[in-house]
Each structure stands twice: as C-alpha cells, then as structure tokens.
C-alpha cells in the first residue's frame, strides 16, 4: 500500500477552477494506477477520474471535457484540474490507488485511499 494525502480542496464560484493535488510514499508510485472519487453528502462515492501506471485516463461522463488527471512521477504525485465547475461538483475528493489494470472505475478495487479534501462550487 501506499500513503496518500489531498490537497487543494476550497471554496469556488461556479464556472472557476481548482487543482487538487494527491501526494503519495513509496517507491513504487509509477506501477499504480491512480483515482479520484468524491462523495457528495446523502450520496455513494462515485468515480471521477482515473490514470493507468501507462498514462491511459479515464473519465466520468460528468466530468469529462472539463476535469483533466495527470501525474507527476518524479514527485510521485497525483493532479486533477478541475474547470468549469457546477454547483453538483461540491463534494468531498478522495484519491486512490491500486495496483492491477482492469474496471479503474470501480472503488473496491482501490486499496489505498486518501483522508479526502472538500471542494464546494458556490452558485
């Protein structure tokens, strides 16, 4: 397992911006494959993103067009850029990661996790 920890979470107006970072130990970062879910209240967690260890993304549809993932191996880090933001983005952002290369959409597959950063999208 890796350790994980999020940053950049905030308060934004609808139609801005915000990066979310993840920072992971280990050395083993680039044989990860890497996600981003968020879990809004009242709500399952759901997939937002997701990075093969190879490079492939993978989006949600409601994301897609406007969240981009990316990674930093030499800083072993995560990145989400988040634009256009809506007010239905506003939850909490958990990072993940996993090892294998099958379904990166699903949760359970994850076996590590970050504590979660909010991001709240004002209108």
């Known amino acids: 397992q890796v350790q994980l920890v999020e940053s950049g979470g905030g308060l934004v107006q609808a139609g801005g911006s915000l990066r979310l970072s993840c920072a992971a130990s280990?050395?083993?970062?680039?044989?990860?494959?890497m996600g981003w879910f968020r879990q809004a209240p009242g709500k399952e967690r759901e997939f937002v993103a997701a990075?093969?260890?190879?490079?492939?993304?993978y989006y949600a549809d409601s994301v897609k067009g406007r969240f981009t993932i990316s990674r930093d191996n030499a800083k072993n880090t995560v990145f989400l850029q988040m634009n256009s933001l809506k007010p239905e983005d506003t939850a909490v952002y958990y990072c993940?990661?996993?090892?294998?290369?099958?379904?990166?959409?699903?949760?359970?597959?994850?076996?590590?996790w970050g504590q979660g950063t909010q991001v709240t999208v004002a209108s």
């Open positions: 993940a990661a996993r090892r294998g290369g099958s379904d990166y959409t699903r949760a359970p597959l994850y076996d590590s």
């Open positions: 280990g050395r083993t970062f680039t044989s990860y494959a």
């Open positions: 990075g093969s260890w190879s490079g492939t993304t």
